[in-house]
Nanobody, 123 residues
Framework: QVQLVESGGGSVQAGDSLRLSCAAS????????VGWFRQAPGKEREFVAAIRWSGGNTYYADSVKGRFTISRDNAKNTVYLQMNSLKPEDTAVYYCAANRGGVYYTAPAYDYWGQGTRVTVSS
């Protein structure tokens, strides 16, 4: 059973930066991936970024490409989401999710979820 705990959310002004962290415990394999998703009020949960536990490939939604960077520290079992040039439309609850299969862009493909961390960006 993989447990995920997000941290790093907060309230910022447009143009500011935040770094979210996702600490994973109970992970026993180098396979699989971690994804970041977000859900704004009244909207569906949407893919933001993902990374495998092994290898260097990263994946991003078009809406965050060039502004957000996903990275990992395998020694700490932690995945980060560096968010720069934040916009009001980035306001949402951000969730990290994990699976043992690989990178997918849809929420149902992930088996484990954190509790979420709220990001609010004001103009």
């Amino acid at each position: 059973q993989v447990q995920l705990v997000e941290s790093g959310g907060g309230s910022v002004q447009a143009g500011d930066s935040l770094r979210l962290s996702c600490a994973a415990s109970g992970r026993s394999s180098s396979n699989g991936a971690v994804g970041w998703f977000r859900q704004a009020p009244g909207k569906e949960r949407e893919f933001v970024a993902a990374i495998r536990w092994s290898g260097g490939n990263t994946y991003y939604a078009d809406s965050v490409k060039g502004r957000f960077t996903i990275s990992r520290d395998n020694a700490k079992n932690t995945v980060y989401l560096q968010m720069n040039s934040l916009k009001p439309e980035d306001t949402a609850v951000y969730y990290c999710a994990a699976n043992r299969g690989g990178v997918y862009y849809t929420a149902p493909a992930y088996d484990y979820w954190g509790q979420g961390t709220r990001v609010t960006v004001s103009s």
